[in-house]
């Protein structure tokens, strides 16, 4: 029962028409999953670049106690303390090179004191509260915004190239696909051309057998003919060898099992009409290139980071400025009123200077930034002649390949045209076996390269798309 289930599946075929096989393709890629798992990864490497400029909130407190011993002017003495403390401090950084923070602290504390030599014990409950703001700003370095967002830029780069990483490999994808979905069309296409070959073989044998045994024709004739016959089954095996194997080619692009039986649903487009102007044409491809697209964005980063790495050529400088009141009294509400009447204040202004004396380290990474933008435009460079040679390659096979689809498309009817004429003189014994067996190769071969001629055509046409990125 289940073997009969299994090979019902298998049985099953899927009707597959040409954008289905495209869009099957984009999707179940193996290169297009890997593709987008490394645009997720970069738009995290986003976040993350982005979370230095994030405001920040942070909470503390802790409780406390302790006993000591000491003498004094009124002998020795044993005091206790205990209380908590809890903070609280809010900052934020900012893309300008500033830094903010609020801070409010706030702690009591529980005193006593007892004095050995008078038995006596004194203390007295204590509260105190503080609020500051500090302010901090990077200079020489840090005045510059791409600069300080270096890392969000470099973040944003390599987003912007995982998209069209993910876009190539959906265009490659795409183009196997379309390749594929081809390719098993024409093979089927010629392998009903020998089908109808070895049609027409056994038809030609089984005539040439009656006139061998009428003694019309010379028992040797029945054996040109059935090597032709020979030869066609042949050709027909092969057919069907190329087939399987492109219905495989087929089935694995589109991500479905080895086994599926696929019912191609899309025929074959006639030629359209030729480009007649090929400048727009490799103009068209230069600008939608994803290949070169990604090299200039290459070229670019590089440049940004050659900024960035003379730009830290510059010493460091920080300027900080800082100020809080703070109120101290024996409850929470004295000690907050202290705060607010501001009679305990403090201040401080400040400033940092950071001189690398030789500045081997940033001298060596801006030598570095000026060599990989060297490196980059020379890629670039490269990667343009590349592409610029692919798509005129492309047009002269497009071209080609339409001259060919014609001059095939004669010599068919001219070989079927050949064929019928030398079936005519055997019938009335004027035409030899050899010169029929001979017409019906030349049939069989023009069909051959027509399809040929009609899938070089496809195939350089889905070569310039994807070289223009249009797939």
């Keep these: 029962m289940i073997l009969a289930l299994v090979l019902v599946a298998r049985a099953e075929a899927l009707d597959l028409t040409y954008d289905d096989a495209l869009a099957r393709a984009s999707e179940a890629a193996v290169g297009v999953q890997v593709a987008r798992?490394?645009?997720?990864?970069?738009?995290?490497?986003?976040?993350?670049?982005?979370?230095?400029?994030?405001?920040?909130?942070?909470?503390g407190g802790s409780w406390f106690s302790s006993t000591d011993e000491g003498q004094a002017q009124f002998g020795a003495y044993t005091s206790e303390t205990t209380g908590f403390s809890a903070q609280s401090r809010l900052a934020q950084a900012f893309a300008t090179g500033t830094g903010v923070s609020l801070e409010f602290t706030a702690d009591q504390s529980d005193s006593s004191f007892l004095l050995e030599e008078f038995n006596a014990e004194f203390g007295e409950p204590a509260w105190g509260n503080k609020l500051a703001i500090g302010l901090s700003q990077s200079l020489l370095q840090g005045d510059r915004l791409a600069w300080n967002l270096r890392g969000v830029h470099a973040a944003e780069s390599a987003v912007s190239a995982a998209e069209l990483g993910t876009e190539m490999a959906r265009q490659e994808a795409v183009a196997g696909a379309a390749r594929a979905y081809w390719s098993l069309?024409?093979?089927?296409?010629?392998?009903?051309?020998?089908?109808?070959?070895?049609s027409a073989s056994e038809e030609q044998a089984r005539i040439t057998r009656a006139l061998v045994d009428a003694g019309k024709l010379a028992p040797v004739e029945a054996t040109r003919i059935a090597a032709a016959l020979a030869?066609?089954?042949?050709?027909?095996?092969?057919?069907?060898?190329?087939?399987?194997?492109?219905?495989?080619?087929?089935?694995?692009?589109?991500?479905?099992?080895?086994?599926?039986?696929?019912?191609?649903?899309?025929?074959?487009?006639?030629?359209?009409?030729?480009?007649?102007?090929?400048?727009?044409?490799?103009?068209?491809?230069?600008?939608?290139?994803?290949?070169?697209?990604?090299?200039?964005?290459?070229?670019?980063?590089r440049e940004r980071e050659l900024r960035d790495a003379r730009h830290a050529l510059l010493p460091e400088l920080d300027a900080t400025a800082g100020a809080s009141l703070r109120g101290y009294d024996s409850s929470f509400g004295a000690s907050f009123d202290e705060l607010g009447a501001a009679t305990l204040p403090q201040w401080s202004l400040g400033a940092e200077l950071t001189l690398p004396l030789l500045n081997r380290s940033d001298r060596g990474a801006a030598a570095q930034a000026e060599a990989a933008l060297v490196r980059a435009r020379i890629d670039l460079a490269s990667r343009e002649g590349d592409v610029e040679t692919g798509a005129r390659a492309q047009l002269r096979t497009l071209a080609g390949a339409r001259q060919s689809l014609d001059l095939a498309e004669l010599n068919v009817r001219l070989a079927e045209e050949t064929l019928a004429a030398e079936r005519a003189r055997l019938s009335e014994g004027r035409s030899l076996q050899r010169d029929l067996i001979t017409a019906q190769a030349d049939v069989d071969r023009a069909r051959a390269d027509a399809e040929k001629a009609r899938t070089d055509w496809l195939l350089a046409l889905i070569e310039l798309e994807r070289l223009r990125g249009g797939l």
Aim: charged fraction near 20%; glycine fraction near 4%; proline fraction near 7%.
């Design 37 to 59: 798992s490394e645009h997720a990864a970069a738009l995290g490497a986003l976040l993350v670049a982005r979370a230095p400029f994030e405001p920040t909130l942070t909470l």
């Design 185 to 198: 069309s024409a093979a089927e296409r010629l392998r009903a051309i020998a089908v109808l070959s070895r």
């Design 231 to 301: 030869q066609a089954e042949r050709a027909l095996l092969d057919a069907d060898a190329a087939v399987g194997a492109a219905a495989d080619a087929l089935a694995t692009s589109v991500g479905l099992p080895l086994d599926t039986e696929l019912r191609l649903q899309t025929p074959a487009a006639p030629p359209p009409e030729l480009p007649r102007d090929d400048a727009a044409v490799l103009a068209a491809v230069r600008s939608g290139s994803l290949t070169l697209r990604l090299a200039r964005a290459a070229v670019e980063d």
